[in-house]
């Protein structure tokens, strides 16, 4: 019943996320102006430009390919991946993940939906390079990604569900190993930057979402432990005590 439930919360959720694309999949020119004001603000307080970063790796075609795998190969699989290991193995944190993932997810869509957003790569600002295009492999045109909306950069959901998934591994994990889950995150920054897919005011917000969601389900939210069996009362024979002597 468990597992039950939790697939048709995140298939809900999964309805949500296609409803918001649909909704906002005519508003071009709403997300190249969007990004316009975007750029304006980061530039107001003093943030360079996103394609410094980007230009450093564009001379090395291997490194721009496993960026752009990285970018669509991790984001629905990692955490595909995190919500099976949990539901089998840590069935006990699931509500408080589901509660955390839902609430990342759920804020995050209502911005996509008032704040229509188009990414570096699909503005008319000079300076960025689409990689995912000119280097490949290109997701959109081998359809993998025809469900992605691409006016949906604020906030970076890549960066929000990466820190969320870092912070739950964090918080469930024991071993001393679970430290290197922090990659996950920094890594996610770094590539999304260098594809072109986000500002860093996208990063910056997604973050915060993937903090709040982490701290509503986990520190907001009871551990739900299994109940204790109950221990099957043992039946005494007293048919015969010691003070019964058998007689011939």
């Not at 995140?10 to 071009?28: D, E, K």
């Not at 307080?45 to 190969?73: R, T």
């Not at 359809?143 to 906030?155: D, L, R, S, T, V």
């Not at 996610?188 to 993937?210: C, Q, R, S, Y």
């Amino acid at each position: 019943m468990s597992i039950f439930f939790n697939v048709v919360a995140f298939g809900l959720l999964w309805l949500g996320y296609s409803a918001v694309r649909r909704l906002t999949s005519g508003s071009f020119q709403l997300a190249q102006d969007n990004a316009v004001k975007v750029v304006d603000f980061q530039e107001r307080i003093g943030l360079p430009s996103e394609s410094v970063l980007q230009k450093q790796i564009l001379d090395v075609d291997w490194v721009v390919q496993v960026a752009n795998v990285f970018y669509f190969a991790m984001h629905f699989p990692s955490m595909i991946i995190f919500l099976l290991w949990a539901m089998f193995r840590k069935r006990e944190w699931m509500a408080k993940i589901r509660f955390a993932l839902i609430s990342t997810t759920a804020i995050g869509l209502i911005i996509h939906l008032a704040f229509p957003l188009a990414p570096p790569r699909l503005t008319e600002i000079p300076g960025f390079v689409d990689t995912a295009k000119v280097f490949g492999p290109d997701p959109y045109r081998l359809g993998i990604a025809k469900a992605a909306n691409q006016f949906a950069a604020m906030p970076s959901l890549h960066v929000g569900w990466a820190l969320l998934l870092a912070l739950a591994v964090l918080s469930i994990a024991k071993n001393r190993y679970r430290w290197l889950i922090i990659l996950h995150p920094v890594i996610t920054t770094i590539v999304v930057v260098v594809t072109a897919n986000h500002w860093w005011l996208d990063i910056f917000v997604g973050a915060i979402l993937g903090w709040i969601g982490w701290a509503i389900g986990f520190k907001g939210r009871p551990l739900v432990t299994q109940p204790l069996k109950r221990e099957t009362p043992i039946a005494v024979d007293t048919s015969a005590s010691s003070g019964d002597i058998p007689t011939e």
